[in-house]
């Protein structure tokens, strides 16, 4: 383990911003993480935990800390029944990489997440979902070692207090552990998920008319790479924002206003509109300003175009948040974090 000095974060973040850290370390060990955690030259330093940067903005040019990246791997199967399996995975292993690896053993339950970016140890972060399927439904527990102590925890699905887009780490517990593991309950009797629209439709145009999880995962796959920049062409973090979900009063008020907007309802009292479709009506679809840039195909997703500065990310996200909010009266909050 080396702790190097004034390293670019360039390589470390999908939006692919030029920032630079004081101190960077990668840990593939829980005790290499306590051995730099409890370090005394680190100790008072402020420290920022990373996986593969996929959901980060860098808004300083400057982390005058220690970066410490996690690349604790390994998968293991820890129980197995005739329908079912415990799997723990290393926060550090590629969440793709995962999800690919319970296809190949027939594990279902991950299939929909195919090609989500990034590492197993943040999938609970913000309890990672797509196409109709939430982590939050194979989840088991986690095991994250506390910032200050150096000492493990283990968190039931219950204690992560997951919501959409939410746990507890992004809140009540905000900086204060760092996942080391999770575990995944899997089924070897899959139940399909093929009711988010497009998902039926692709696999139609696939000639699919069995389902399996390596058909849905291909599919899921198809429709991200037909939807989503990638982020080694263009800098990127996936949705910038979260989609609102707003009181079903306001939404019907709003749909008098404006009777194309979409809306799905969430609960009885609330209905999930596409932040998207909010954004494009406010003409930012495709607006580029400088370096930065509003996606051409996806407004909810901002862009860099080479050497754009945190800052000037940051900024232009404000722009969108004020104009949806003088428009539609809906208040816009970030997905990606703000380090
Ligand atoms: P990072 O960006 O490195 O970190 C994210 C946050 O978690 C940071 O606050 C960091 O400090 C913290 N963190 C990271 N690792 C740990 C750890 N081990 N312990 C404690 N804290 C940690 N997300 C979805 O939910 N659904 C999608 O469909 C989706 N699509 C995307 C598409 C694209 C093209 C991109 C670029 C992103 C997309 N995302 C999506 C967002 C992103 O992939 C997820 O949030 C992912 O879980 C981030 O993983 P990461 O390892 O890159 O985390
Ligand atoms: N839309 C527009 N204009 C746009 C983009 C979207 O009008 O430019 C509207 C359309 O009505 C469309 C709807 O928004 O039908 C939904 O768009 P899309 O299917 O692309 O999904 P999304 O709501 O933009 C969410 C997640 C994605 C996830 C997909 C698939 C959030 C914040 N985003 O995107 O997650 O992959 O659904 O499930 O919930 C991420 O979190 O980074 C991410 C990419």
Redesign the pocket.
Same mark, same amino acid.
């Given at each position: 383990m080396t702790v190097s000095q004034n390293v670019s974060l360039k390589p470390f973040n999908t939006f692919g911003i030029e920032a630079r850290a004081r101190y960077f370390v990668r840990v593939q060990t829980i005790e290499e993480l306590r051995e730099v955690l409890t370090d005394p030259v680190y100790r008072s330093l402020p420290r920022l935990i990373l996986g593969g940067g996929s959901?980060v903005l860098f808004i300083n040019d400057f982390f005058d800390g220690l970066v410490i990246k996690i690349d604790i791997t390994g998968i293991a199967v820890l129980e197995e029944t005739a329908d079912a399996v415990l799997l723990e995975a290393g926060a550090g292993v590629v969440w793709h990489d995962l999800v690919m690896h319970t296809i190949e053993q027939g594990y279902a339950g991950l299939e929909n997440l195919s090609l989500?970016p990034g590492t197993v140890g943040a999938a609970p972060m913000?309890n990672?979902? $797509?196409?109709?399927v939430e982590i939050k439904e194979t989840f088991d527990s986690l095991e994250a070692v506390h910032l200050e102590s150096g000492e493990s925890r283990r968190f039931t699905k219950e204690e992560c207090r997951f919501g959409?887009?939410e746990s507890i780490f992004k809140h009540g517990l905000r900086g204060q552990y760092i996942i080391t593991s999770v575990r995944f309950k899997l089924s070897k009797i899959p139940v399909f998920h093929t009711s988010?629209g $497009?998902i039926g439709d692709t696999l139609r145009e696939m000639g699919v008319t069995e389902p399996s999880i390596k058909a849905i995962s291909e599919a899921v796959c198809r429709?991200?790479r037909s939807?989503?920049p990638d982020p080694a062409q263009i800098g990127n973090?996936?949705?910038f924002?979260?989609?609102p979900e707003i009181p079903r009063l306001q939404y019907e008020t709003l749909k008098m206003q404006f009777p194309d907007m979409?809306g799905y309802v969430t609960s009885p009292d609330f209905v999930k509109v596409?932040?998207?479709?909010l954004?494009?009506?406010c003409g930012w679809?495709g607006k580029v300003i400088g370096q930065t840039g509003v996606?051409k195909?996806?407004?909810?997703?901002l862009v860099n175009y080479g050497t754009a500065r945190g800052e000037e990310i940051r900024a232009l996200s404000e722009e969108v948040q004020k104009s949806v909010k003088e428009r539609f009266g809906i208040q816009l909050t970030p997905?990606v974090n703000f380090l």
């Open positions: 959901n989500i913000q990672i979902g $797509a196409y109709g959409y887009r988010y $497009a429709i991200r939807k989503l973090a996936g949705s924002f979260k989609n979409p596409p932040a998207g479709w954004i494009e009506q679809k996606h195909y996806q407004a909810l997703v997905e």
